[in-house]
């Protein structure tokens, strides 16, 4: 980042050349298949505008990660939003039955649940929807994942050109304050979002530390041991004190705080701790991201005082 500091008076070109070949070996697939984007959001943003509209709906799960909702009502799109199921997978039938779909979005593993959806339901999903109708899957936090019952979907792209998957460079590899993200999608289904897309939108800075961490064969390694410590570390300590976290796939857990969670939520606040915000479908549930071992004590500390 620092190297590219120096060229920071020069438009990203270069870089932007180097990481979209870098994305297309690392993902197997041809660099016009990769849309690199301000953070993942500008593409969910570029999906919404490109595949949702007046006539044509966003499906999404209730509880999700909410900014594609927030794109699509600005297309002048409405939202079906389809409750998990009990074991907080997406309802993919009834997605799939939601009429005059534009775009349907997965958000696998989910945000704020950290549950996945499980992958035979997915491939089964994808194989079936007709193609009028765009899939996006977000894979934000695919590197998390460890259970068998999940994969990536980027290989499916192959057979679909009505199916993208978004993937982002602020979760495993920490970048979330320099912002880059990308999709992976059939060339033709590139060239349908490229024209909503701001010209050099990723800075150099933030592609050079891209590079820089695919380059690093540590990294994702690293990330998911360190992740995984301290997730297993907080959601024992939340368990000896009698609060049942939703099993994790994700470097964050939700957990049942057995009241409305809100008033915890601003009781932290006060004590300088920052969780997450409400989901209002799941008013009496937490979601805490797993930071360092040193802020999780800190969290567990002031959480003791609060919930007592
Ligand atoms: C599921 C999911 N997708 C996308 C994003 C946006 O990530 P970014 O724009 O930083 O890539 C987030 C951020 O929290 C997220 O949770």
């Known amino acids: ?4 500091f120096k060229l920071a008076w020069r438009y990203p070109d270069e870089q932007n050349r180097i990481l979209i070949s870098s994305l297309a070996r690392l993902n197997g697939v041809a660099p016009e298949q990769i849309l690199l984007g301000d953070g993942s959001s500008e593409i969910l943003k570029i999906c919404a505008a490109t595949f949702t509209g007046k006539d044509r709906r966003l499906v999404v799960a209730d509880p999700t990660f909410e900014a594609i909702a927030d794109y699509s009502t600005a297309a002048g799109a409405e939202t079906t ?8 997978s997406h309802d993919l039938a009834a997605m799939a039955a939601t009429p005059n779909a ?18 035979d339901e997915v491939r089964k999903f994808i194989g079936e929807i007709p193609q009028d109708t765009t899939v996006l899957v977000d894979e934000a936090y695919f590197h998390f994942a460890d259970t068998p019952e999940y994969e990536s979907v980027i290989p499916l792209i192959k057979d679909h050109p009505n199916f993208i998957v978004a993937r982002t460079f602020s979760k495993i590899y920490g970048m979330a304050g320099l912002r880059c ?4 999608a059939q060339k033709e289904t590139i060239e349908r979002m490229r024209p909503l897309q701001m ?4 800075n150099c800075i933030a592609l050079a530390a891209a590079i820089a ?3 690093d064969v540590a990294q994702v390694a690293n990330g998911r041991r360190l992740n995984s410590e301290t997730r297993a570390f907080t959601v024992s300590q939340l368990e000896s004190l009698g609060y049942k976290s939703i099993p994790s796939q994700a470097n964050f857990t939700m957990f049942d705080v057995k009241r409305p969670v809100l008033p915890v939520i601003n009781a932290l606040k006060e004590r300088k701790v920052q969780v997450g915000r ?3 479908s799941m008013p009496n549930h937490m979601r805490l991201t797993i930071g360092k071992r ?3 004590e800190g969290f567990l500390a002031a959480f003791r005082q609060v919930a007592a």
């Open 81 to 88: 939003k389809v409750p998990l199921t009990p074991s907080y």
């Open 1 to 4: 980042m620092t190297d590219a």
């Open 102 to 119: 534009g775009l349907i979005y997965i958000c696998n593993p989910n945000n704020p649940t950290a549950s996945i959806t499980p992958k």
């Open 181 to 184: 993200g990308y999709a992976v």
């Open 213 to 215: 961490s695919i380059n």
């Open 199 to 202: 010209w050099d939108s990723v």
């Open 294 to 296: 040193a802020e999780m």
């Open 278 to 280: 409400l989901f209002p």
